[in-house]
């Protein structure tokens, strides 16, 4: 076995705060100070690999080097993930259990879910006729919770939908706080644990009437492995699996109006063409702004790469931001151009915004193509159907804010419907 001196380390004290402090670039400055996209550090009190790159990606992804039990700090499982979730397990458990998540991803499931955005966006645009300014994520995140109910089958009234945003929009906004935030957080999860365990029960019991075909009936009668109905607590914690991340497309909603602002040539490319110039202009916002900074998990068995030994229960980072501004992978990375996905040939560990690799037998993001129907849905509206102007405001966002967002969140004044 090769000597693990060979890996460059972060000596001395633990990197958290520190990683905190430099949010999506802290391991692409690591691995330009190393020359080396693999390093030792330590985070959290423990030795930790990071990782960026295509063909760290490949590694991090090949099933069998790594494992995700017991990887997310227990602080993120308490927020963003809920404990017992797909995301922490592994091997059979986790195939039948992302079987699940795959099966809600028909065509027609995609379908449902982009005419609701198409529909929910009507609605909201009109009632902003009468608004002289709307703040285009806080609007989002309310249009997405209400797409992410009516899509699962969750019922519920149109008073409640700001609740909802909120609490759903909690668990990631604050997913990566140490302070207070963290704890409300957490408060938002319990509630909303509690209140779609009760309507899971309800459901089983025939008490409460829900459609077959939504999401909400399927999970509540998903058999895993041994033939039994998953746990109250792990149902609540896979719908909100759904739930919280189609509202959290508020924040990709977001960045899609910073760039049509920022960079008028690809702005005007997408108003005069069509299906084709919004997908790539939707691609590269995935690729170019900040949003999940990193996946981890931990060695599942020693292996060596990179001339140095990975011992079997070290936790490893996978930069996700890195690995798509990566010079080995994309020519001018921090320049905004769409035209770079026109004939695009890419790896599934190159373009990672989601994760990589693939999607049935790996932890890739099961929503993807939600979040590509939902966002080619948003896009249409913003630039075919509506006018708006965009006031002085702070439109910057910060490479150290995780997750991070333009300051202002998007101001719109005077958004007409167009014709
Ligand atoms: C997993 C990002 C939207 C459901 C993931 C992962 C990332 C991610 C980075 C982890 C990949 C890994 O562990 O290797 C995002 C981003 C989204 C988004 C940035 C944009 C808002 C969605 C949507 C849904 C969804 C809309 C569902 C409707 C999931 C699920 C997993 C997952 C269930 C766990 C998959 C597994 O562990 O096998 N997502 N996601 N995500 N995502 Fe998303
Ligand atoms: C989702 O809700 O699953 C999709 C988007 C969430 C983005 C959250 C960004 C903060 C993550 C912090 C730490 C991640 C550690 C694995």
Same mark, same amino acid.
């Given at each position: 076995m090769t000597n693990d001196d060979?890996?460059? &380390?972060? =000596?001395?004290?633990?990197?958290?705060?520190?990683?905190? &402090?430099?949010?999506?670039?802290?391991?692409?400055?690591?691995?330009?100070?190393?020359?080396?996209?693999v390093f030792e550090t330590k985070l959290l009190g423990e030795k930790t690999?990071?990782?960026?790159?295509?063909?760290?990606? =490949?590694?991090?992804?090949?099933?069998? &080097?790594f494992r995700r039990q017991d990887a997310a700090p227990?602080?993120?499982? =308490?927020?963003?993930?809920?404990?017992?979730?797909?995301?922490?397990?592994d091997g059979e458990d986790h195939r039948q259990r992302k079987e699940m998540f795959m099966s809600l991803?028909?065509?027609?499931?995609?379908?449902?879910?982009?005419?609701?955005?198409?529909?929910v966006w009507k609605k909201y645009v009109n009632r902003w006729k009468d608004r002289e300014k709307v703040t285009l994520y806080d609007e989002s995140k309310k249009m997405m919770a209400e797409t992410a109910l009516t899509w699962a089958g969750i019922p519920?009234?149109?008073?409640?939908?700001?609740?909802?945003a909120k609490e759903l929009s909690d668990l990631f906004e604050k997913a990566a706080d140490v302070s207070i935030s963290h704890f409300l957080s957490r408060r938002s999860r319990s509630k909303a644990e509690a209140w779609i365990e009760e309507l899971v029960d309800e459901i089983r019991k025939g008490e409460r009437k829900v459609r077959e075909t939504t999401p909400l009936f399927k999970v509540s009668f998903h058999k895993d492995k041994n033939g039994e109905l998953l746990e109250l607590h792990t149902a609540a914690v896979e719908i909100l699996n759904l739930i919280r991340p189609i509202t959290a497309v508020s924040v990709y909603i977001t960045f899609l109006g910073l760039a049509l602002h920022d960079f008028p040539v690809a702005a005007e490319e997408v108003k005069e063409g069509g299906e084709e110039e919004r997908k790539r202009f939707i691609q590269e916002v995935r690729r170019y702004y900040p949003f999940f900074p990193f996946v981890i998990a931990r060695v599942d068995k020693d292996f060596t790469y990179h001339g140095a030994s990975f011992e079997e229960g070290t936790l490893t980072l996978l930069d996700l931001y890195g690995t798509n501004h990566h010079p080995d992978s994309w020519s001018k990375p921090d320049s905004f151009q769409p035209d770079r996905f026109h004939n695009w040939f890419g790896s599934p560990f190159d373009f990672i915004p989601q994760g990589g690799g693939d999607h049935e037998k790996g932890h890739r993001c099961a929503g993807e193509w939600i979040t590509l129907r939902i966002l080619n849905e948003s896009l249409r509206v913003l630039t075919d159907s509506i006018t708006y102007h965009l006031p002085e405001q702070n439109l910057k966002y910060e490479l150290n804010d995780i997750p991070s967002l333009p300051k202002s969140g998007i101001e719109l004044e005077y958004v007409k419907k167009k014709g």
């Amino acid at each position: 076995m090769t000597n693990d001196d060979s890996l460059p &380390k972060d =000596k001395g004290f633990d990197r958290s705060l520190q990683m905190l &402090k430099e949010g999506y670039t802290f391991i692409r400055n690591r691995e330009n100070k190393y020359h080396s996209p693999v390093f030792e550090t330590k985070l959290l009190g423990e030795k930790t690999y990071c990782m960026v790159g295509e063909e760290a990606a =490949k590694v991090f992804y090949d099933n069998g &080097k790594f494992r995700r039990q017991d990887a997310a700090p227990k602080a993120v499982e =308490k927020t963003l993930f809920g404990e017992g979730g797909v995301q922490g397990l592994d091997g059979e458990d986790h195939r039948q259990r992302k079987e699940m998540f795959m099966s809600l991803m028909t065509k027609d499931s995609l379908d449902d879910i982009q005419s609701i955005t198409t529909g929910v966006w009507k609605k909201y645009v009109n009632r902003w006729k009468d608004r002289e300014k709307v703040t285009l994520y806080d609007e989002s995140k309310k249009m997405m919770a209400e797409t992410a109910l009516t899509w699962a089958g969750i019922p519920f009234e149109e008073k409640d939908v700001d609740e909802w945003a909120k609490e759903l929009s909690d668990l990631f906004e604050k997913a990566a706080d140490v302070s207070i935030s963290h704890f409300l957080s957490r408060r938002s999860r319990s509630k909303a644990e509690a209140w779609i365990e009760e309507l899971v029960d309800e459901i089983r019991k025939g008490e409460r009437k829900v459609r077959e075909t939504t999401p909400l009936f399927k999970v509540s009668f998903h058999k895993d492995k041994n033939g039994e109905l998953l746990e109250l607590h792990t149902a609540a914690v896979e719908i909100l699996n759904l739930i919280r991340p189609i509202t959290a497309v508020s924040v990709y909603i977001t960045f899609l109006g910073l760039a049509l602002h920022d960079f008028p040539v690809a702005a005007e490319e997408v108003k005069e063409g069509g299906e084709e110039e919004r997908k790539r202009f939707i691609q590269e916002v995935r690729r170019y702004y900040p949003f999940f900074p990193f996946v981890i998990a931990r060695v599942d068995k020693d292996f060596t790469y990179h001339g140095a030994s990975f011992e079997e229960g070290t936790l490893t980072l996978l930069d996700l931001y890195g690995t798509n501004h990566h010079p080995d992978s994309w020519s001018k990375p921090d320049s905004f151009q769409p035209d770079r996905f026109h004939n695009w040939f890419g790896s599934p560990f190159d373009f990672i915004p989601q994760g990589g690799g693939d999607h049935e037998k790996g932890h890739r993001c099961a929503g993807e193509w939600i979040t590509l129907r939902i966002l080619n849905e948003s896009l249409r509206v913003l630039t075919d159907s509506i006018t708006y102007h965009l006031p002085e405001q702070n439109l910057k966002y910060e490479l150290n804010d995780i997750p991070s967002l333009p300051k202002s969140g998007i101001e719109l004044e005077y958004v007409k419907k167009k014709g």
